[in-house]
């Protein structure tokens, strides 16, 4: 790491210099993209790609009420209108027979998040999509990894199934950098042409600005940085399930008082995070208790996107929300890094085992 970093300091080339390059190469072979844009965060992702499927002021688009604020918040900014629909709370993903109902004349998109590792299910959202010529985003922040299963046996990268997939290095993200970097994953070679445009001021060639961008790229440090991680995300990966199953072989012990994360058939779980549903209403109590044990835990997330208060009066609720209510009272994730050893897994089971 220190000798890539050295390098590109060395370099002097700070700004698209051959790390990035490279690391679209690499990040391409690797998720079996055709088209890599590297971008200056997950957010900016999002919003490139929205920018990029020639949507109108007041066009809405459907997004789980369950997840971080990234696509809400692009959604708006674009003037478009977020329609919040309810996740199914076995995979915390979007719930698929409420965001059909959701669908009205002026609904355009739909933006579902992979969340906590798991993909959403890609087959009938695109096929909903297909029926209703609807644009599908794959907020992919936090499941670069996983595999989906089409019912035809076809197997995709998390990110690489509908039109574009964003993609965060945040710190804390599966793969990561040391500050802020992201990327959208494309096989659509026009879509393509037309992010990197938008990300760099709309331009194809230096100062001809076609379209209206932004400014929005990975540092070639960060792209060094990521360059030397890659080749070990799936090894980061297999440490993370593999904390996953001793957790959920140990809490197995309570089902009196934890629901521990289903795996479901048609995606694989790479674990960005731990999540458990917490019974009886001890969430909270729970989270103190470990804290106190020199535990950290995180709520992920402690408010529906609904009710932030940011979104009042620029979405449109698009179902009932109740499973989301539910379960940003009970969710709890526990650490799951690679870096757990045995020793530590094993304390924090005790705790949550024996935990009254
Ligand atoms: C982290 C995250 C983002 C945003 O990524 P940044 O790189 O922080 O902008 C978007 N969506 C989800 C679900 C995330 O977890």
């Not at 200056?40 to 997004?63: F, W």
């Not at 299963?149 to 965060?168: D, K, V, Y």
């Not at 103190?288 to 709520?299: A, C, D, G, N, S």
């Not at 620029?314 to 109740?322: A, E, H, P, Q, T």
Request: aromatic share 8%; charged share 20%.
């Amino acid at each position: 790491m220190d000798d890539a970093i050295s390098k590109v300091v060395r370099s002097g080339e700070y700004i698209n210099g051959k790390a990035v390059l490279d690391f679209s190469s690499n990040l391409a072979a690797y998720t079996g993209a055709k088209y890599v844009i590297p971008c200056a965060n997950g957010t900016d992702a999002l919003l490139i790609a929205l920018m990029a499927l020639g949507l109108q002021p007041g066009d809405e688009v459907i997004i789980p009420d369950f997840t971080y604020v990234a696509a809400a918040e692009v959604i708006a900014l674009l003037k478009l209108m977020p329609v919040p629909v309810d996740v199914n709370p076995e995979t915390f993903n979007i719930d698929v027979k409420k965001m059909t109902d959701a669908l009205s004349l002026k609904t355009k998109a739909i933006v579902p998040v992979h969340l906590f590792g798991q993909c959403s299910d890609m087959a009938p959202i695109l096929k909903i999509a297909r029926e209703n010529a609807l644009h599908v985003v794959e907020d992919n922040a936090q499941s670069i990894g996983s595999v989906y299963t089409f019912p035809s046996g076809e197997r995709r990268q998390a990110g690489t199934i509908a039109a574009a997939g964003a993609l965060s290095f945040f710190p804390t993200k599966n793969l990561s950098c040391y500050g802020d970097g992201g990327a959208l994953l494309t096989n659509d070679e026009t879509l393509a042409k037309k992010m990197r445009m938008i990300a760099s001021h709309g331009q194809s060639k230096k100062y001809f600005h076609e379209l209206i961008g932004c400014n929005s790229r990975l540092d070639t440090l960060q792209a060094a940085i990521l360059n030397v991680k890659l080749p070990y995300l799936d090894t980061y990966i297999h440490a993370r399930q593999k904390v996953a199953q001793a957790y959920s072989e140990a809490l197995e012990a309570r089902p009196d008082l934890y629901e521990i994360p289903e795996c479901i058939a048609v995606s694989t779980h790479v674990y960005h995070q731990y999540t458990l549903k917490v019974k009886q209403n001890k969430r909270d109590a729970l989270q103190k208790y470990l804290k106190e044990r020199k535990v950290p835990t995180m709520i992920y997330y402690p408010s529906p996107l609904h009710r932030q208060p940011a979104f009042r009066g620029v979405i449109r609720i698009g179902s009932d929300l109740s499973e989301t209510e539910k379960l940003c009272k009970s969710a709890l994730s526990l650490p799951v890094h690679p870096g757990l050893n045995e020793e530590q897994i094993h304390y924090i089971t005790g705790l949550l085992v024996n935990y009254e």
